[in-house]
């Protein structure tokens, strides 16, 4: 069946780099677009970007500057990427596939809790 | 980008009543909209895609339709279990953008 799951480093520095890892059993991502949507504390959801099934990305008009979304197909993997955090971008960091169709988020990981302090 | 406006922010409803949440959509989508809902503390889950078509597994009195750039989801003769977060998703375009959120109470 399809799982997904998130791995992040739980803290990070302001102005550093974080590095989120997905990892997908139940499908390829090959067949599948991935999506990495985002919840800081006590607000609501916000889309961050996919990569989709051919390797293509697309990102959040507010984030596509120090956002970058890749995948190692071989591993079921995908990774995010994000620079120059600040404390706004404490988040639960979520990935979710559209596995059913194109054009919507069946299927989630738990999230993994990102905590930005200086 | 897209804008999506959800409306109500909160609600309390009785376990009685039709509660209806709404997405206005600063533009035509299509019906590329889909609907979650969010316990505390979980992953979101999804209720309905296309505009209309129900989930694997969501219980039938969930539904969804669209008025022009208007889509609601109807929750008919809710349960106690359907309380959580509910969210839209537009999904005709990238950016794909959520509406800000519906806290639902069941009293």
């Known amino acids: 069946q399809v799982q997904m799951k998130e791995t992040g480093p739980g803290l990070v520095q302001t102005r550093q780099t974080l590095s989120v890892t997905c990892t997908v059993s139940?499908?390829?991502?090959?067949?599948?677009?991935v999506h990495w949507v985002r919840q800081a504390p006590g607000k609501g959801l916000e889309w961050m970007g996919v990569?989709?099934?051919?390797?293509?990305?697309n990102y959040n008009s507010a984030l596509k500057s120090r956002l970058s979304i890749s995948r190692d197909i071989s591993k079921s993997q995908v990774f995010l990427i994000m620079n120059s955090l600040q404390t706004d971008d404490t988040a639960v960091y979520y990935c979710?596939?559209?596995?059913?169709?194109?054009?919507?988020?069946?299927?989630w990981g738990p999230g993994t809790m990102v905590t930005v302090s200086s | 980008d897209i804008q999506m406006t959800q409306s109500p922010a909160s609600l309390s409803a009785s376990l009685e009543e039709i509660v209806t949440i709404t997405c206005k959509a600063s533009?035509?989508?299509?019906?590329?909209l889909s609907w979650y809902q969010q316990k505390p503390g979980k992953s979101p889950q999804l209720l309905i895609y296309?505009?209309?078509s129900l989930a694997d597994g969501v219980p039938s009195r969930f539904s969804g339709s669209r008025f022009g750039t208007q889509y609601s989801l109807k929750i008919n003769r809710p349960q106690v279990d359907d309380s959580g977060i509910y969210y839209c998703?537009?999904?005709?375009?990238?950016?794909?953008?959520f509406g800000g959120g519906t806290k639902l109470e069941l009293k």
């Open positions: 998703l537009q999904n005709y375009i990238t950016p794909w953008t």
């Open positions: 533009q035509d989508i299509d019906d590329y």
């Open positions: 296309d505009a209309t």
């Open positions: 139940g499908f390829s991502l090959s067949s599948h677009g």
């Open positions: 979710a596939v559209n596995y059913g169709g194109y054009w919507y988020l069946d299927f």
């Open positions: 990569i989709w099934d051919n390797g293509s990305t």
